[in-house]
């Protein structure tokens, strides 16, 4: 069974800074379309940002500028740096890999990692 364990949230004033990792289980990882969403209360899980095996991002427009992911593939984990955060970025943060049509493969997440944005 896939796991996901991502890290790296915590509480953050407007403009700062954070990063959080993602580590995969899959062996098949240096050519997983990985995905990072995000997931604010009483919302749906939105996605944020997506990386290639070969290293093509795309990002929704909301974080465009903002927000980079990268992926270092001889650890099986990928990150999501977020700079210039601001209140509407407080979600809980997941990853997963991008399967058929971009949906994500799996329907079973890890623990998500908490970002609050607040002064």
């Known amino acids: 069974q896939v796991q996901f364990v991502e890290s790296g949230g915590g509480l953050v004033q407007p403009g700062g800074s954070l990063r959080l990792s993602c580590v995969s289980s899959r062996s098949s990882f240096a050519i997983d379309t990985m995905d990072w969403y995000r997931q604010a209360p009483g919302k749906q899980r939105d996605l944020v940002a997506r990386?290639?095996?070969?290293?093509?991002?795309n990002y929704a427009t909301s974080v465009e500028g903002r927000f980079t992911i990268s992926r270092e593939n001889a650890k099986n984990t990928v990150y999501l740096q977020m700079n210039s955060l601001k209140p509407e970025d407080t979600a809980v943060y997941y990853c997963?890999?991008?399967?058929?049509?971009?949906?994500?493969?799996?329907?079973?997440w890890g623990q998500g990692a908490q970002v609050t944005v607040s002064s």
């Open positions: 997963n890999v991008a399967g058929l049509r971009g949906a994500p493969m799996f329907t079973s």
């Open positions: 990386i290639t095996g070969d290293g093509s991002t």
